[in-house]
Nanobody, 126 residues
């Protein structure tokens, strides 16, 4: 089992930045892929970004490319999501997830991640 704890959400104006953090209880083969997903009210959960911790390969949704950056912390059990130039459409609950399946085809698929955090709210006003 891997426990995940997110932090860093908040309310900002459009154009501002936030950095989300995710701390996993441990690093193992169970969480070599770590990702960020988001879910807005009335919408399906969508993959935002993912990172493969063995070589730091990253994957992004088209909607956030060039604005969001996922990175690994000083230890493999910490992952960050730097969100710049935030837009109102980025408003959602953001979840950290961990798993051992990823790559180009699966990195942003929520069904490939068995471990999830409780989420942190991001609200962007115009």
């Amino acid at each position: 089992q891997v426990q995940l704890v997110e932090s860093g959400g908040g309310s900002v104006q459009a154009g501002e930045s936030l950095r989300l953090s995710c701390v996993a209880s441990r690093y193992s083969r169970s969480n070599i892929y770590m990702g960020w997903f988001r879910q807005a009210p009335g919408k399906q959960r969508e993959g935002v970004a993912s990172i493969y911790l063995l070589n730091t390969a990253t994957y992004y949704a088209d909607s956030v490319k060039g604005r969001f950056t996922i990175s690994q912390g000083n230890t493999k059990n910490i992952v960050y999501l730097q969100m710049n130039n935030l837009k109102p459409e980025d408003t959602a609950m953001y979840f950290c997830a961990a798993g051992e399946t990823g790559g180009y085809w699966y990195a942003l698929r929520s069904d490939k991640y068995p471990y999830w955090g409780q989420g942190t709210q991001v609200t962007v006003s115009s």
